[in-house]
């Protein structure tokens, strides 16, 4: 399997091609088809892992161009990282699609879905596979490509379409520093392979500042695909797809393919004088750990509040990078994965019954819902790090190595970690407990949740709250497990995806303890909240008035962002665009009539009438007796 | 094998003649005739391709030579390589279809095929041509049905835009005649033939008369491709012109310019290109942002597309520049040749997919909303969603999105260029994000948001027009994903060019 593992691709982009164009007439509107080929595929990937951990690697490479005199060569490389990638990519992906078939149905646009979600598991298995800088390039823009088609699913609403354009160019700005990056790169190594960059840099051909600031070019693109600070304002924005599309593109794999990028060069930072690139990954990360859990703080909408945690957890990803807890960030993005693609398809599954993202109109829905409740909770322990679930595993690694590394960054990251279980407690605590206060009653499953029109319109009066049909709660479970459980595969994961040159730090109970106390602290804290009411929440908003203000206005980067655009790019785009019509083409215009009129001019030199010449030979010859006279 | 070219290039002309003897009342032979006579060319310029040695596309060949004006040394010599044999297929392929597009034009039909058949004989002439006079009388030829197809078959603006367009190119192709005069009149022996006088090179000695005729060139080509400043024909022209004929004009035309730099100034006129290299460069890189620019602030869709192309010869000559700058020295070759050879890819791909993206804008415009205001549509993708999907791919192929056609190019030119270039192609590279914005920016206004409920009636694309669109949609992608075998044929091409520079 290990050696054409490059079928695993072609299984979603076959089905892809199939149900683009036979999608009505495909078995199930083409969902069976997208099922069957991200099931092969993850099977396959399944087999990949099991060859790699057995020792089997493979790098299949072949000529993409001819430049010159030399070839360029490309190819697919499966090594550990990778085929740990494709393993999650296939088993989260597999388990979301079926559960699509319960969420998208009645969708009017159905079998498109489909298609869109095998063309992006496609492109994000090719992205795991690339043994160089081209395919990655390739698969990125593609993954990016799939992002903003199922972002803008719904696109004839406007808020879905300007929120599907804001993360397109959003992220195209990180990647046009991902591409200054990958030039550099191949104009002081001249391949674009990872395995010749990587030796060039071992054998000291590449190396000191440039290294550094090509390191830190390649980051920029991890910067913008994980949302990371200061190109993050598109996720929050990008809540506004299907929740599938949430929880497998902006939670589980496409967002973290910025923490994969940066494992897959990590040579590239490793390497730069004094750890430099990694110092920059690492403070970029603790930063936006904090600062997105901080916005989470004082979200109503339920998916937004996932998607902040989801940029503070990409944050710890980066952090673990950064401070050379190369197994560890690469953990956080396997459990991760699977905690935060159960969160959202429960959350999804929320949605669903209570037709309406607002936690506020939520409320008592641990009751209605038992299977939705309780495996959004194990996703919400097992993200707030609360043993045994898998979060502490990696998400303590994390913090343990930061510890060694850097206090400033542990103190932004276990600040992080608090504000992580307060939003996640609130949340839960709003949705789950007391009372159910929406303004409706909700529908019943199978009217689609209305999610032709928009997944928020009103439900139908008369229907009861209710939990989702099993195609959609069978996936929960199976996700809940592995958020419970995964976290024992720490050992051996260590083991298996390593950076040579690299080792975690010793075990330490001390900050362990530290963390899961910081976890604990943070629930209670909601509880204390909005639980007991000890404190409510209305006075600490009267209290912290102008810090509330600043939060939920996301510290005005929103703002500043469109004033720069709106303020500055329009005025002048309009000014190119009048420069060129009275300017540019006004000089054109001039020459042209300048001619004209000296055209007219000089018609009256050739008038055709024999008078007129006669007249100007009879003047002639007076001015030439009268200038000969005066001589 | 030798006539295939001749057949290539004079069979239109021989089916203009057929149309010009049918009586005027019928239509439906006039239109089978110019089908036929297109369908048949297209399919002789693929046989061509196939007896073509693409193992050997450094070497001209299916060469055809003999003596025209022997005492000037004017001689009837065609020949292709991998340079000009793709731009060839572009051509005979885009006319056909062209042809398909154009199947229900009403307003005098027999001129309007007539005009286009003698227009492929320009324009395949001119990329055929290894003589200096021929390729002259072709540069012209290419000129005149183009004038007549916007002043007769265009928009409101028709008479002013075709005059502009013809009298602006018209005093490039002056300043053009005098370059060539004084590579003619410093040759020895004297010759017209291009290949010979690439290899003579009659002006190495004299770089100040080298620069001369290079700036008579450039004038040429540059107003022909069109690089800023030299642009604001283009619009105009493209706003007036029929469908097909901004198709053409688009697709081919404009390439007659870069394809001029490719094959004759660069290998003609090494030194004085790589003189002046570095403000030709600076002048494209100029294009390729401004043109992003402007082509934002446009709100009419044609006119629009018509700036993209500014912005994508910007890259074009980029390369070429970068490729001039370097002409002779070893160590840069390959970095050359990358970018060259982009250059030439992006020719062909800004063809196909901006030809796709034009005949796209006339299936909404001309048979359906008849209007191209940005601003008046919103919401086909409810309504059009086979015309939605196909625009969408064709715009994303223009922004240069990876698995279509026009992100090879770009990437290896800005591989090879910013070897030569890096900092002109970090800002080149900016233009790329800007040209991203506009186009994401068009389908929002045309496709997304609730549908305009003045074109709730409309209906999506019917078989002729699939037929006109499929074929270059399949191009685009079936390019973008494995590129080899016409990037392995450009590439020869292009480091026989390099490797006659010195």
């Known amino acids: 399997m290990t050696h054409v593992a490059w079928i695993i691709p072609l299984l979603p982009l076959a089905a892809f091609g199939l149900i683009i164009f036979w999608g009505e007439r495909l078995p199930g509107r083409g969902a069976y088809v997208s099922i069957a080929g991200i099931v092969l595929a993850a099977l396959a990937s399944l087999a990949v892992l099991g060859e790699v951990v057995g020792g089997a690697r493979a790098d299949l490479t072949y000529a993409w161009a001819i430049v010159g005199r030399r070839p360029l060569t490309v190819g697919v490389l499966v090594d550990p990282l990778s085929a740990m990638m494709l393993a999650m990519v296939g088993v989260v992906a597999s388990l979301i699609t079926i559960y699509s078939v319960g969420y998208m149905e009645g969708d009017p646009r159905y079998p498109r879905f489909f298609a869109y979600f095998s063309l992006f598991q496609f492109s994000m298995f090719f992205l795991v596979l690339a043994d160089n800088f081209l395919f990655l390039y390739m698969a990125w823009e593609l993954v990016g490509l799939c992002s903003y088609l199922l972002i803008g699913f719904w696109f004839e609403r406007p808020v879905a379409a300007r929120a599907a354009l804001k993360a397109f160019i959003t992220t195209r700005i990180g990647d046009f520093f991902l591409m200054i990056g990958i030039l550099l790169v191949f104009l002081r190594v001249g391949s674009l392979r990872f395995d010749d960059i990587f030796r060039a840099i071992d054998l000291g051909g590449f190396g000191g500042p440039v290294l550094t600031v090509a390191a830190l070019l390649v980051f920029g693109g991890a910067v913008g695909k994980s949302a990371q600070v200061p190109l993050h304002v598109w996720l929050p924005d990008a809540m506004e797809g299907p929740t599938p599309v949430s929880a497998l593109i902006h939670a589980a794999t496409m967002v973290a393919a910025g923490a994969f990028l940066v494992a897959r060069t990590y040579p590239l930072f490793f390497h730069s004088p004094g750890h430099e690139a990694l110092t920059g990954v690492a403070y970029v990360g603790g930063i936006t750990a904090l600062f997105a859990a901080t916005m989470g703080l004082v979200e109503d909408d339920i998916k937004r509040v996932l998607a902040y945690s989801t940029m503070s957890q990409l944050g710890y990803m980066m952090l673990g990078l950064g401070v050379l807890g190369y197994s560890a960030g690469m953990f956080h993005l396997i459990t991760h994965a699977f905690f935060k693609a159960l969160l959202f398809l429960a959350a999804g599954s929320v949605i669903h019954a209570v037709a309406t993202n607002s936690l506020k109109q939520m409320g008592g829905l641990a009751r209605a819902m038992p299977v939705t409740f309780w495996t959004f909770l194990a996703g919400a322990l097992a993200l707030t790090g609360i043993p045994p679930f898998a979060g502490v595993f990696s998400k303590d690694a994390i913090l343990l190595a930061a510890f060694t590394h850097d206090k400033v960054l542990w103190l932004l990251a276990a600040a992080g970690a608090f504000l992580t279980s307060l939003y996640m407690g609130r949340l839960c605590w709003y949705a789950f407990a007391g009372e159910y206060r929406g303004a409706l009653p909700a529908l019943a499953h199978g009217q689609g949740a209305g999610h032709g029109g928009s997944p928020r319109n009103v439900g139908q009066p008369g229907a009861a709250l209710h939990e989702s049909p099993s195609v959609m709660t069978v996936p929960l479970v199976i996700l809940a497990v592995f958020s419970v459980f995964l976290g024992w595969a720490e050992g051996p994961f260590d083991r298996f995806v390593r950076f040579a040159g690299v080792e975690a730090p010793p075990a330490s109970l001390g900050v362990l303890l530290v963390s899961v106390l910081v976890a604990v602290a943070g629930w209670l804290a909601a509880g204390v909240v909005y639980f007991w009411r000890i404190v409510p929440s209305e006075d600490l908003r009267r209290a912290f008035g102008p810090v509330y203000t600043l939060l939920v206005r996301k510290y005005y980067v929103d703002d500043l962002y469109a004033w720069v655009v709106l303020g500055l790019g329009g005025p002048a785009i309009r000014l190119a665009g009048l420069f060129d019509h009275y300017v540019v083409d006004g000089l054109v215009n001039l020459t042209g009539w300048v001619a004209r009129q000296m055209g007219l001019g000089l018609r009256y030199v050739q008038t055709g009438r024999a008078e007129n010449y006669l007249l100007l030979v009879f003047l002639g010859v007076v001015v030439i007796v009268l200038v000969t006279l005066a001589w | ?502």
């Open chain 2, 1 to 502: 094998m030798s006539g295939l070219l001749s057949f290539v290039l004079w069979l239109p002309v021989a089916g203009a003649l057929a149309l010009l003897v049918l009586p005027r009342e019928r239509v439906g032979a006039i239109r089978v005739t110019a089908l036929a006579t297109a369908a048949l060319d297209f399919a002789v310029s693929v046989a061509a391709a196939a007896v073509f040695d693409r193992g050997h596309a450094d070497r001209m060949q299916l060469v055809e030579q003999a003596a025209w004006i022997r005492s000037l040394g004017i001689t009837y010599h065609l020949g292709v390589d991998g340079l000009s044999l793709p731009l060839v297929i572009l051509t005979t392929l885009l006319t056909l279809l062209c042809v398909i597009y154009s199947w229900r034009v009403e307003a005098r039909p027999k001129e309007y095929m007539i005009l286009f058949l003698l227009l492929e004989t320009g324009m395949v002439g001119v990329f055929v041509a290894l003589d200096f006079i021929l390729f002259y009388v072709f540069w012209e030829l290419s000129l005149v049905p183009m004038f007549f197809i916007i002043g007769i078959w265009g928009g409101p603006q028709r008479v002013y835009a075709a005059i502009k367009f013809f009298l602006y190119t018209l005093i490039g192709s002056l300043a053009m005649l005098l370059a060539i005069l004084i590579v003619y009149f410093h040759s020895s022996p004297r010759t017209f033939d291009i290949i010979a006088l690439i290899h003579q090179k009659p002006l190495a000695q004299d770089l100040g008369l080298a620069v001369l005729a290079f700036w008579g060139f450039f004038l040429s080509f540059a107003i022909k491709v069109p690089m800023f400043p030299f642009h604001t024909w283009l619009p105009d022209a493209h706003v007036e012109a029929p469908t097909a004929g901004s198709v053409l004009l688009a697709a081919v035309l404009l390439k007659l310019g870069t394809y001029g730099f490719v094959r004759i100034a660069l290998p003609l006129l090494p030194g004085a290109f790589q003189q002046e290299a570095g403000i030709v460069a600076v002048l494209a890189v100029i294009g390729v942002v401004y043109g992003a620019m402007v082509a934002m602030a446009q709100t009419d869709l044609k006119k629009l597309i018509a700036y993209s192309s500014v912005t994508h010869m910007g890259y074009v000559m980029l390369a070429v520049a970068a490729a001039a700058s370097i002409a002779g020295r070893g160590a840069l070759q390959g970095a050359a040749a990358a970018t060259l050879g982009g250059a030439t890819l992006e020719m062909v791909a800004h063809g196909v997919i901006t030809g796709a993206l034009f005949f796209l804008v006339g299936v909404i415009y001309d048979y359906r909303a008849h209007t191209r205001g940005l601003g008046d549509f919103g919401g086909l993708g409810l309504r059009l969603p086979v015309y939605t999907g196909i625009t969408i791919v064709a715009m994303l192929a223009s922004l240069g999105l990876p698995g279509l056609m026009g992100f090879v190019a770009e990437f290896l030119i800005f591989l090879g260029a910013f070897q030569i270039y890096p900092a002109l192609t970090v800002l080149a590279l900016a233009g790329v994000v800007i040209t991203v914005a506009y186009f994401l920016w068009a389908i929002h206004r045309l496709f997304f948001g609730p549908l305009n409920t003045r074109w709730e009636v409309l209906p999506d694309m019917d078989g002729r027009e699939r037929w006109a669109l499929g074929p270059l949609v399949a191009v685009m992608v079936a390019a973008g994903i494995y590129p080899r075998p016409l990037l392995d044929m450009i590439n020869l091409a292009m480091v026989n060019i390099l490797s006659l520079l010195r």
